[in-house]
Structures are given as C-alpha cells and as structure tokens.
C-alpha cells in the first residue's frame, strides 16, 4: 500500500547508499541527485524511497522509487512479475533496475518509475468511506474489475518460465498453499495447520492459468483522472483467475477499516454491496464466471495466509500495529473455521 507522500531524508545514510548504487547501476560516479530522496508513506511489507536524479543518464529521466524489501525470494518474484506485465503494456511502473541485499543496500531493491495519483482509497479511515457512500459503491468496484479482466488477459507463460526457472516456491496456488501449512506447523498453530490440510484435501479442479496480481485492492491501485497504476506484486502467481477474484472480494466483503464498533455493520454492508457489483462487473469485462463453491475455497485460503502471516509476527517478536491483517483477522478466522470446520483463532 502505497500513497504519493513522503519525509525527507537529509543526512540519512540509506540516502547516500542509495546515490552510490545508482551511481554504479547507471556507470556515473559523478551523478546527484535533483533533490534530496524521501520515505513514501502508506507501505507495510516494502520500504519505498522517492527521488530524482539531475542530468539523469538515458533511462533515469523523471520520479523514481527505489523498493526495498525484506524478503530476497519474494522480491526477485516480484520484479520479474512487475517487468513482465509492464513489458506487455499492462499500467505498473516499469522496473529500471533490481538487486539482492549484496548489491549495496543491505536489502534487495527494485527501481521504477514513480506512479502518479492517488490510491483509489486515500487511507484506513472508514469514515469517509462511508460518507463517499454511493460514490465508491460504484467506481472502486468497476475500476478494480476491469483492470483485473485486463490482466488476466495476458499471457502467463511468460511469467511462469521465468518463477519455474528460478524455482521459486510460491509461484502457484499449489505451493502457496503447502507453504501455509509448513508456516503453520513451525509457528506451532495446530489449528492452522488443520485448516491448510483440510483445503489441500478439498481443492477444486484448477481453471486455465492466468496472471494474479493477489493483492488487488483500492489501495494498491492509483488513479490520475482516468489514469490508472497498479503497484506492489509481492503476492502475484500464475493460477486460476477465482484466486485473484477471490482475494479482492473477500478484501471487499470484509474492509480493513478503522471505524467506531457501532459503524461496523455499515461498513460491512456497503463493502459487500461493492463485492457483488465487482464480480458482476468482473465477468462482464473477462466473459469468465467462477463458481460460488470455487470462490469461498480461494477465500479460505487466502484468510488462511492472512492469519498465517500474522502468526510469524507473534513468532518473531514483530506485532506489526496497524497493518489491515489484524483488523480483519477475526472475521478470517470465522470464514476459515465455517469453510473448513476447524476452529481456527485470529491470534
């Protein structure tokens, strides 16, 4: 999750680091930067840093946002999905470089263009979700159906040569699943893992593979007038479009916003008002219908990868306060425990 504002890093040493990687990427030991970098706001997982560079070098012209992420194997199948689907003409920022955490920021790293806009949702206030009432009822859930009928449109083999040549583990819905319930096992949450078996024992037949963003929802999705990005691919795969459709209609259904109790049941229903108008929305665009049974299955697993990632936060030590996990995380919990039968805990 991402918003176009940021702070200042005057003196800061990811700063000059940062100078010094660009400088080696682009071979000009003298450049500098236009203005100094600043901390993009609004991300949990990533760490983003905006900046420009003066007298850029050919390829480095305008905003740029260098992506730091804590995890190497997500990172490389994060650009490689991002290059790919931006290479084929879908609206992500093209990717100018990458490297590990041995390439001189301590982190593996993405640098991209920086999008303009702003999230189709400016922030975790429900509030003014609701006050925008009709208003997002019908634009968030059209715009995020057919930028998903747009993608999926793509071809995935490229991608999916590219994650099956560097073997990664989470390229299919297959193997996300089985790494849920090896995460689940090792944090020591017996009803997790019983939940990831009874899913791997209950699998639909998969539908024809397609490009999954897995994480497209109104805030990772900017708009500039009819202008649309998308960002963040840390959670795409190559898999059954019921997946994609499934993630965002659950993030619909159930909106990690930060409202008053007594709001609650207002949110909810505005949220699954904004879910069936999505899928209505969805199948007009892509001509494809995924079954109700597929979708609760997909939904399942994704609360189950929700509530499996909060888990290693108690684990390691790291509450991660604020992140939308932790506010949806009981209503996960009840759609995972009534779709497999396990009772199954938020925490």
Partial sequence: MTVNSGVKLNGDTLAGQLLSVV?????????????PPERLTGGFWAELVAFSL???PLG??????ARLMPDPNVARK???????????GFPTPAVRASGGPADGLGRAFMIMDRAPGRPLL????????????????????DVLAVTMANLHMLDPEPVRSQLDSIRYAGGSVGK???????????YERA?????????????????????????????????DGDQITVLDWSSALVGSRAHDVAFTTLLLSEPPLAVPRLMQPEVR???????????????????????PAELRWHQALICLRALVEVSGWAHGGHPHAGHPWLVSGPAFAARLTATTGVQVQAR
């Fill in 23 to 35: 400088r080696a990427l682009t071979g000009s030991p003298a450049l500098e930067y236009a203005r």
């Fill in 54 to 56: 003066a007298d850029p």
């Fill in 60 to 65: 480095w012209a305008g905003e740029l946002v």
């Fill in 78 to 88: 994060e650009t490689i999905v991002q290059g790919a689907v931006a290479a084929a």
């Fill in 122 to 141: 400016a922030d975790l206030a429900g509030i003014t979700a609701i006050a925008q009432g009709t208003g997002l009822l019908f634009r968030i859930p």
């Fill in 176 to 186: 996300l699943l089985e790494a849920q319930r090896q995460l689940a096992t090792g």
């Fill in 191 to 223: 009803d997790l893992t019983k939940a990831a078996e009874w899913l791997i024992d209950h699998q639909p037949p998969p539908g024809p593979a397609v490009i999954c963003h897995g994480d497209l929802h109104p805030f990772n999705v900017l708009a």
């Fill in 269 to 291: 229903l505005l949220g699954r008002r904004m879910a069936r108008r999505f899928i209505r929305s969805y199948q007009d665009h892509s001509g494809a219908v995924t079954s």
